[in-house]
């Protein structure tokens, strides 16, 4: 059954969107989806301990160095973003839809969720913004071997070939190797870092902490209490269908704020070839992140929380019949954060003391393709919400 998804700027979508199929939207669906999700976190929980890179799979940075040059094995990385993609949802469900929940719980529940989900993104994401930025240096520059050369050892640092590079990009060549090498550095140690502190949090109270109020939801949904207040006592689906607040309103309450979010944004900017003023900020002595971006981050979580309110409400189908207008928004977005993030990486390397002006000069190039390439997500964005929705066969 294909759920029908309202096009914010389409003012007859309220009106159309009954002429659909029925979706169920009442309670159990909700009880239904966060369920789903503990035995999907519990599973990949099961799955990242049995692969030996849990608590007991290496102790502090040793084991997060041993791991890190050489290369993962399949399972344990699976395991880890199925684990952090339950984790998202459940947090993100709860923040839409936690009228419906019992307060306390949900209140305590949710921020321990985000922790956890974002402690075990940062390994990931170090990874690839190194492997972004040596691409991109690489295109830049036509070097045709650059540095993260791992092995399992120390890490080694190639040399790039001897082929003659363009004119244009010879000056771009000559720091080109030196600026990968000190990227390499940095965002190594922050991914070793970030691996340790990962392990330690799956090793901590806190995290098992966690890990037991997700078992137990896993059988027992808290929703919260509509009649009196009883020691121990939990609102059956029946009882809860009576509330005035169900779960198409809150989800609509997310829309909303997702659309008011992108009303917000400078389309019309996004829509321009070269938008200058994202590039003043560029190399200067200020670390902070760049204005221009918060927003953006901003309509990407709320984004999330709109998909993740549809797959409740759709029910397991969801993944079966997703907005493809909202799937190429949410990678437009997920593009603009990388990139955004590899730009301040590669501006935080720039301000490295004492590095040669030809090293300088290639971190400064890659600083401004990356921020080209934020603006190109953001033009791919705008031009992606704006299409009226399509659903998938």
């Not at 096009?7 to 939207?25: E, F, H």
């Not at 041993?66 to 399949?74: I, L, N, V, Y």
């Not at 009576?242 to 309103?249: E, I, K, V, Y």
């Amino acid at each position: 059954m294909a759920q029908r998804h309202l096009d914010p700027a389409d003012p007859t979508a309220t009106a159309t969107a009954a002429a659909g199929p029925p979706v169920p939207a009442d309670p159990d669906a909700l009880a239904g989806y966060l369920r789903a999700q503990a035995t999907e976190f519990l599973r990949a929980l099961r799955q990242h301990r049995e692969s030996g890179t849990g608590t007991h799979g290496g102790n502090g940075a040793h084991g997060a160095r041993r791991s890190d040059r050489a290369t993962p094995d399949a399972a344990p990385v699976d395991a880890a973003r199925a684990l952090r993609r339950a984790a998202r949802r459940l947090s993100g469900t709860l923040h839409t839809f936690q009228p419906l929940l019992d307060a306390d719980w949900a209140e305590g529940m949710r921020p321990e969720l985000a922790w956890l989900s974002g402690t075990l993104a940062m390994e990931h994401a170090y990874a690839s913004r190194l492997e972004r930025l040596l691409q991109a240096l690489h295109r830049l520059s036509g070097s045709s071997a650059f540095p993260a050369q791992q092995t399992a050892g120390r890490a080694t640092t190639a040399v790039p070939a001897a082929h003659p590079a363009p004119p244009e990009r010879g000056s771009l060549t000559v720091g080109a190797a030196k600026a990968g090498a000190l990227l390499d550095r940095q965002l190594t140690l922050a991914r070793t870092r970030a691996h340790s502190t990962a392990l330690q949090a799956l090793g901590s109270s806190r995290f098992h902490a966690v890990a037991d109020k997700v078992a137990l939801l896993a059988s027992e949904v808290p929703l919260r209490t509509t009649g009196p207040a009883t020691s121990g006592a939990r609102t059956t689906a029946t009882n809860n269908a009576a509330s005035p607040t169900g779960l198409r309103p809150l989800a609509a309450a997310a829309e909303n704020r997702l659309t008011d979010a992108v009303a917000a944004l400078p389309l019309v900017t996004a829509g321009s070839p070269y938008n200058a003023e994202a590039l003043i900020h560029g190399l200067s002595p200020d670390p902070v992140a760049h204005p221009q971006d918060a927003p953006w981050h901003q309509v990407r979580l709320l984004l999330r929380l709109h998909r993740y309110a549809l797959e409740v409400l759709a029910g397991e189908e969801a993944e079966d019949s997703g907005d493809v207008r909202l799937l190429a928004a949410g990678e437009a977005l997920n593009r603009h954060r990388d990139a955004a993030e590899a730009a301040a990486a590669a501006a935080q390397a720039a301000r490295t003391p004492r590095i040669a002006p030809a090293t300088a000069y290639a971190l400064g190039v890659l600083h401004a393709d990356q921020r080209h390439e934020v603006e190109a997500a953001r033009y791919a964005f705008q031009h992606s919400w704006r299409k009226e929705p399509i659903r998938l066969p």
